[in-house]
C-alpha cells in the first residue's frame, strides 16, 4: 500500500514537470519513423519476420532479374534488317535467333489475326465499330459521372446486341461474314458477353424457380441445377457439340457457335442461380412478410422489394461468376473453335513460329489477366461502396 | 404460407372466387402446363433420338465396352494393353482423373493454407509477395496455366544428363519426373496393418485426451504422441520384418534414367498446373475465412491472456473452420472438374479417353451418359462426406 501511495506521490511530480506546453515535445525516435521505422515494423519486427524477409527478397531476385532479362532486355522488339545474303522473307522465328529473350515480333505479325480470327480483313473495320460502342457504353454504364443510366442500359441491352449481330454477321447490305470467320479476342468477347447477359436473367429464374414453393417447378430447378453443377463445362460443350444433332430431327442443323453458346449460358447460369439464392436467403424474412403484407404479388414482391437487395447483397459473387465465365470461354477449343487462347495456340504451332510457344502464352495471359483484374478491382469497389456494416479495424 | 391460403379461402367461402384468383388451384394449373411442356420436351427429344439412332444403324448399346479398344494411353495405372477392352481403358481413365485429382488436391491444400496464411502475414513483403501469386492465378484461364506449364516444362527443363536432382534420388528433366518406387516384398501388408492401426490408435487417444481433459483439466500431449505412433509403428514394424519394403531407386543410364517410378511431362505438367491454380484459390478460401472471424473474438480472447498462437488455435481457427469449409467442398469439386482439361496437354484422363473412344466408336450418347454418370457420382460421394463432416463442426444454433 506504502508502495503505491509513493508510487503516486512520483507520478504527480513528473506530472507536473511534464505540464503539456512547459517544454517543447521532442520528436519522436527517428527508429520509429520515416523509412527506417516502415522498414521496423512492416519487415523487420521480429526475427522470424526478419528471415521471411530475406527469404522474400531471395525468391524475388530468382523472379525478377532472370524475367526481365528475357521479356525486356534480351528480347526482339523489331524485325532485324536483312543480313546480305539473305532472301526477303516475311518476319519469322529465326529473326530473333541473334537474341536469347523473348521473340516479340511473333506477336506483332500475329496481332491482326489474335485479334479478329479469320474475320475477312477488309471487313474488319466492323468489329472495331461494335468494340468502340461497346467499350464507350461500358464505361458510361460504370462511370458514376454519367447520368442516364436507364436510356444506356436500354441500348446496351436491347439495341446494341441486334446492331452488333448485324455489323459483325452482315446482311442488309453488309457483306456476309460467316461465323466459322470469327476468332481470336473478338469470339472471346462474343462468347463471354452473351454468356454474361444471358446467365443473370436465366439465373434469377433458376434461383426463384428453386425456392418456389411449387413442388414441380422446385425440382425441375433443383435438378437443373445440380446437375449442370456437377459436371464439367467441357463435358457440356462436347455434349452440346457431339450429342445435339442426336435430339434434333434429321436435317435441323445448329451453328456451331450458337450450340457453343447455349451450353456456356446454361452452364454459367446454374453458378449463378446459386450466386442469387445466396443473396435471397441472406434477407432477412421481414422483407418477404411486410412486402406480402402491403399486398404486393408474386412478381412485383420480387421485382420491386426482394431482388434489388439480393442482388445487391450477391454482387461479389456474380462478379466473379463473370470472371470464371470469360475464364472458361478458353474451353470452345475443345469443339473447335478458335477463340483467343486456342489462336494464339495456333499461331505458335506456325512451322514459320516454332518455339515461340511461352511467348504467345504470356502475351495472352497478359490480355486475360487485364480484363479479370480490373472486373474483381471493380467489384472489390461496388462492394465498398455499398458497404453499410461496421467495418473490422 | 398454404396454411394462410387455406385460411382466407375458407373465411370468403361466401362470395365465389374464380379458380385463377385462388393461388393454390392456379398453383396446381401452373405445375400442371410445366410439367406437360417438360414431358413433351423430354418425348420430343428421346423420339428423335431414338429415330436418329436407327437412321444412323446405331442402336442404344453397351455392347462396345466389350469389343477391344486399339488404342494405347501414355499414362496407366493399372496395366492396360492394345487389346484390352474399351470397359478397360475407360476404368484407366477414370483412375488417371482420380489419381491426378487426388494428388492435386493435397498438393493445393498444403500450399494454399501456406499462402493463405501469408497473404495476413504483417511482414509487407511477403503478403504482397502472396497476393501477387494469388491475383496472377485467378486471373488468367486455367487451360492457359495448363499449356503453359507444359510448354516450359518441355522446354524449360534441362536434358536427361543434366538432370535437377533431389538428394540424389528424385531426378527432374525434359522427360518428366523420376521419384523412387516402392517394391513389396512379402510381409509389407503388415506395416500396412501397423499403420492403420497407428491411425486408430492416435484416434482414440485423441478422444480419450479430450475427454480426460474435459473432465480433470489435465492435459495429454495427444499430437506429439499421435506423430510418434504413426512414424514409429510401421518403422518398427518393418524393422522386426526386415525391411519389407524397398525403394527402387532411378538411376541414370545411357540415354534415360531406368527403375524408380517415371512420370511424363504431361504428368507433371497437369500436377503442377492444376495445384498451383487451385491452390491460389484455396488460399483465398482461407484468407476469407479467417479474416470472416469477427476481430471482437481475437480481442476478447487476448484480454484473456491467451497468447498469439494460442488464440489462433483455440479461438480464430475453430471459427474460421466453419467458414471455411463449404467453399472447400466446392474447391475440391471443382479441381475433379478441371481435372477435364488434362486432354489438351496430352494426359489420358476419363474425358479424352471418352473423347477418343468416341471418335472410334461413333457411340456419343453412351459415351457421354457414362461420362456424365461418373462426375455426378463423383460429385456427389465428394460431397455428400464432406458435407457430412460439415454438419459435424457446425455451429449449433438453438
Known amino acids: 500500500m506504502a508502495d503505491i501511495s509513493a508510487d503516486t506521490t512520483a507520478n504527480n511530480n513528473l506530472n507536473a514537470q511534464m505540464e503539456p506546453g512547459l517544454r517543447p515535445s521532442l520528436p519522436p525516435p527517428t527508429l520509429e519513423t520515416g523509412a527506417v521505422g516502415w522498414l521496423r515494423h512492416n519487415l523487420f519486427s521480429s526475427w522470424v519476420n526478419a528471415i521471411l524477409t530475406v527469404l522474400a527478397l531471395y525468391i524475388l531476385y530468382l523472379i525478377i532479374p532472370p524475367f526481365l532479362a528475357w521479356a525486356v532486355f534480351d528480347a526482339t522488339w523489331t524485325v532485324p534488317p536483312l543480313a546480305a545474303g539473305v532472301e526477303d522473307h516475311p518476319p519469322q522465328f529465326a529473326d530473333c535467333r541473334a537474341n536469347a529473350g523473348a521473340c516479340w515480333i511473333f506477336v506483332e505479325a500475329r496481332l491482326p489475326q489474335f485479334v479478329y480470327g479469320f474475320y475477312t480483313a477488309e471487313q474488319r473495320w466492323r468489329v472495331d465499330i461494335v468494340f468502340l460502342i461497346l467499350a464507350v457504353s461500358i464505361f458510361g454504364l460504370l462511370s458514376e459521372r454519367i447520368k442516364r443510366k436507364k436510356e444506356l442500359a436500354i441500348f446496351f441491352f436491347a439495341i446494341f446486341p441486334i446492331l452488333a449481330f448485324w455489323l459483325l454477321y452482315g446482311g442488309l447490305g453488309l457483306e456476309v461474314v460467316e461465323t466459322r470467320l ?87 447460369a446454374a453458378y449463378m442461380a446459386e450466386v442469387v439464392r445466396g443473396g435471397l436467403q441472406a434477407l432477412p424474412k421481414g422483407q418477404y412478410e411486410g412486402a406480402m403484407a402491403m399486398g404486393l404479388g408474386y412478381w412485383q414482391m420480387m421485382r420491386l422489394i426482394i431482388l434489388p437487395q439480393a442482388l445487391r447483397i450477391a454482387i461479389p459473387g456474380i462478379v466473379n461468376n463473370f470472371i470464371s465465365l470469360t475464364q472458361d470461354t478458353t474451353l470452345v477449343a475443345i469443339v473447335g473453335l478458335y477463340d483467343f487462347l486456342n489462336i494464339v495456340r495456333a499461331g505458335s504451332r506456325d512451322t514459320n513460329w516454332l518455339g515461340t510457344e511461352i511467348e504467345g502464352y504470356v502475351f495472352c495471359a497478359l490480355v486475360y489477366w487485364i480484363f479479370c483484374f480490373a472486373m474483381s478491382r471493380y467489384s472489390m469497389h461496388l462492394e465498398r461502396k455499398l458497404h453499410t456494416g461496421h467495418k473490422k479495424r | 404460407m398454404t396454411a ?144 503453359f506449364w507444359y510448354a516450359s516444362v518441355v522446354a524449360a527443363l534441362p536434358a536427361v544428363k543434366s538432370s535437377l536432382s533431389l538428394f540424389n534420388v528424385i531426378f527432374l528433366n525434359k522427360k518428366g519426373l523420376y521419384v523412387p518406387d516402392p517394391v513389396f516384398q512379402p510381409g509389407a501388408g503388415l506395416v500396412l496393418v501397423a499403420f492403420i492401426v497407428a491411425v486408430v490408435a492416435s484416434v482414440v487417444l485423441r478422444r480419450w485426451a479430450s475427454q480426460r481433459q474435459a473432465a480433470t483439466g489435465e492435459r495429454f500431449p495427444a499430437i506429439s504422441v499421435s506423430i510418434l505412433l504413426l512414424l514409429g509403428l510401421p518403422a518398427l514394424t518393418s524393422l522386426a520384418l526386415g525391411n519389407p519394403v524397398e525403394w527402387d531407386i532411378p538411376v541414370l543410364g545411357g540415354f534415360n534414367f531406368s527403375g524408380g517410378l517415371a512420370f511424363q511431362p504431361e504428368v507433371v505438367a497437369l500436377i503442377v498446373g492444376l495445384g498451383l491454380n487451385s491452390s491460389a484459390f484455396i488460399a483465398e478460401i482461407i484468407r476469407g475465412g479467417i479474416i470472416a472471424v469477427s476481430h471482437g473474438q481475437t480481442e476478447a480472447a487476448l484480454a484473456l491472456g491467451l497468447k498469439p498462437r494460442w488464440t489462433l488455435r483455440l479461438v480464430v481457427i475453430p471459427q474460421a473452420q466453419r467458414i471455411i469449409i463449404p467453399p472447400m467442398v466446392s474447391q475440391y469439386l471443382n479441381v475433379v472438374k478441371n481435372s477435364t482439361l488434362a486432354g489438351f496437354i496430352g494426359y489420358p484422363d476419363l474425358f479424352s479417353v471418352i473423347g477418343t473412344s468416341q471418335n472410334q466408336t461413333g457411340r456419343a450418347v453412351e459415351c457421354i451418359t457414362i461420362l456424365m454418370l461418373f462426375y455426378l457420382a463423383v460429385s456427389l460421394v465428394i460431397s455428400t462426406v464432406l458435407n457430412w463432416y460439415n454438419k459435424r463442426v457446425a455451429l449449433v444454433e438453438r
Open chain 1, 182 to 268: 470469327w476468332g481470336g479476342f473478338m469470339l472471346t468477347l462474343i462468347l463471354s458477353g452473351i454468356g454474361i447477359v444471358f446467365s443473370l436473367p436465366l439465373g434469377v429464374l433458376l434461383a426463384l424457380g428453386r425456392r418456389s414453393d411449387l413442388p414441380v417447378v422446385h425440382m425441375l430447378c433443383v435438378v437443373m441445377i445440380e446437375f449442370v453443377r456437377g459436371v464439367p463445362l467441357i463435358t457440356i460443350l462436347f455434349m452440346a457439340n457431339v450429342m445435339l444433332p442426336f435430339f434434333l430431327p434429321p436435317g435441323v442443323e445448329f451453328n456451331v457457335l450458337l450450340r457453343v453458346l447455349l451450353g456456356v449460358t446454361i452452364f454459367a
Open chain 2, 4 to 147: 394462410d391460403v387455406q385460411g382466407s379461402k375458407d373465411a370468403s367461402t361466401a362470395t365465389v372466387t374464380p379458380w385463377w384468383r385462388d393461388e393454390r388451384k392456379r398453383g396446381i394449373a401452373s405445375q400442371a402446363l410445366v410439367g406437360l411442356v417438360l414431358v413433351g420436351f423430354v418425348w420430343f427429344m428421346a423420339s428423335n433420338m431414338l429415330a436418329n439412332q436407327e437412321r444412323l444403324g446405331v442402336p442404344m448399346s453397351f455392347r462396345f465396352l466389350d469389343s477391344p479398344a486399339g488404342f494405347q494411353l501414355s499414362f496407366a495405372t493399372i496395366s492396360v494393353t492394345l487389346d484390352s477392352p474399351i470397359s478397360r481403358i475407360l476404368l484407366v481413365g477414370a483412375l488417371n482423373t482420380l489419381f491426378a485429382s487426388a494428388i492435386t488436391a493435397v498438393l493445393a491444400t498444403v500450399l494454399g493454407v501456406i499462402i493463405g496464411i501469408s497473404r495476413l502475414s504483417t511482414n509487407f513483403l511477403i503478403s504482397r509477395l502472396a497476393g501477387a501469386y494469388i491475383e496472377l492465378l485467378r486471373n488468367t484461364p486455367l487451360l492457359l496455366q495448363l499449356v
